[in-house]
């Protein structure tokens, strides 16, 4: 039986790091490698923090736009 390794804590450095390059446009998937995290878990916590990521081209599918990020009216 293979287990998962157990996912890591963000640092108060690391949630910083991803909000710094999400505002520069640095795309998802390089701010994933830039933190030795999967593209899955940069999603997650940037949702957490209302930060908006640009998404890569090879990312997969298309998600839906989050309540804060729809235009008013939507």
Excluded: C, F, Y
């Excluded at 998962?4 to 790091?17: A, K």
């Excluded at 795309?27 to 830039?34: D, H, K, N």
């Excluded at 930060?51 to 309540?67: F, H, I, K, N």
Aim: charged share 25%; hydrophobic share 30%; proline share 8%.
């Amino acid at each position: 039986m293979t287990t998962s390794p157990r996912s890591q804590r963000w640092s108060e450095d690391e949630v910083r790091q991803l909000t710094t390059l999400a505002v520069r446009g640095v795309p998802e998937g390089e701010i994933a490698r830039i933190l030795g995290r999967t593209v899955a878990a940069v999603r997650t916590k940037a949702a957490h923090n209302r930060v908006t990521l640009v998404r890569d081209s090879t990312a997969g599918p298309e998600r839906q736009p989050l309540p804060w990020e729809r235009p008013h009216g939507s």
